[in-house]
């Protein structure tokens, strides 16, 4: 028996998108969270808790997006043709929140305000076409003879409008809860209160989109609900709600650090019932990952050099992590 080389590919592309969606969500959280605090001071604690990382975080979606150009070519031009322009928004979303994180330290006081606007309008927007795509591919993507056969606005749906929201959503939980790991005093307290209406709201477009992906998507409920998956699969769904519960008592009791682990175990929750759903198909709901692989020589020679770099990604990322521990105080600066 040999090696399944798609398989090895697509569980790298599953762990690189895993790690940006945690890596760039707090940092994209931030900027989300920016309209609430007020302060010039508490706005540049804010920044400067990811200042050191941020820029780090994003190599993870370049390594998922490479991954899948070279492993499989075939879904790399279904899915960027079907979703070009959500794509593209949001990518002019993270450029203006990049741009904006830089130059805000260096602006004027009468121009910062400017660069606020522009971290806050491309973190939204980056997150919010995010979610989208997301929506966009949960819904199925149509494909006919190998190509694309839809439309450049089949994106445009109800469904997933409410899945750029629910990113919005669950990107702010993740970035309010991050501050609270990484900040003191009254800006902390700030996002206390805010963490608890948070953690609903996103509980609640857990439970709408749970809900409306299998009633729109017989073939996702079949898997969901028919026996003896319903067995296998009722863990994830009662997980999601001790985790939830742990939350908002971890929340209530001021809690620095438990807040935003508990926060990524509910992201990891959601992603897996995104695989447990969509599983093993890389373009909803037709071609599965060993139809869209590319020849095994390909792959082979592409998974050498991956594997010898995702160590040096993985050591870098937590170095940066472990030299800029602890808590952020007005009197740190970004240099």
């Given amino acids: 028996m040999g090696i399944d080389l798609a398989l090895i590919w697509a569980v790298i592309i ?16 931030i900027g989300i969270l920016f309209p609430f605090i007020k302060g010039k001071s508490d706005r540049d604690v804010m920044m400067n808790t990811v200042a050191p990382v941020w820029d780090g975080n994003e190599t993870w979606l370049v390594l998922g997006g490479a991954a899948l150009f070279g492993a499989f ?34 602006a004027k006081d009468d121009k910062r305000h400017l660069w606020d606007k ?4 491309g973190s939204i927007t980056a997150t919010f076409f995010q979610g989208v795509a997301l929506g966009a591919f949960i819904d199925g993507i149509p494909v006919v003879n190998r190509q694309f056969a839809g439309g450049s606005l089949d994106w445009f749906t109800p469904f997933t409008l409410f899945c750029g929201l629910a ?3 669950a990107y702010a939980l993740l970035g309010c809860t991050w501050l609270i790991m990484k900040t003191e005093g009254k800006l902390q307290e700030q996002m206390h209160d805010l963490a608890r209406p948070l ?40 997980l999601v709600l001790v985790t939830m519960y742990g939350l908002v008592r971890a929340v209530a009791r001021n809690a620095h650090y438990t807040p935003f682990l508990l926060t990524l175990v509910l992201i990891f929750l959601g992603y897996s019932g995104l695989g447990i759903s969509l599983w ?4 909803p709901p037709s071609i599965s ?7 095994p020589q ?27 521990r602890g808590k952020v105080t007005h009197e740190d600066g970004y240099h």
């Fill in 298 to 324: 390909s792959q082979g020679f592409m998974l050498v050099g991956t594997l010898f770099i995702i160590p040096f990604i993985l050591g870098y990322t937590f170095w940066s992590y472990y030299v800029f």
């Fill in 199 to 238: 953690a609903f709201v996103v509980l609640a477009v857990i439970g709408v989109v749970s809900i409306w992906t299998p009633l729109a998507h017989p073939e996702i409920a079949s898997r969901w609900f028919s026996l003896p998956n319903l067995f296998w699969f009722l863990p994830v769904p009662i």
């Fill in 289 to 295: 990952i060993w139809d869209a692989a590319a020849p």
């Fill in 73 to 106: 070519p075939l879904a790399y031009s279904v899915v960027l043709e079907a979703l070009y322009l959500p794509l593209i928004l949001m990518l002019v979303g993270l450029i203006f929140r990049g741009v904006a994180f830089e130059f805000r330290f260096k």
């Fill in 118 to 121: 522009a971290f806050i309008g």
């Fill in 14 to 29: 599953i762990f690189g998108i895993m790690m940006y969606v945690v890596m760039d969500g707090f940092d994209l959280g």
């Fill in 167 to 169: 990113l919005v959503a």
């Fill in 280 to 283: 093993p198909n890389i373009v």
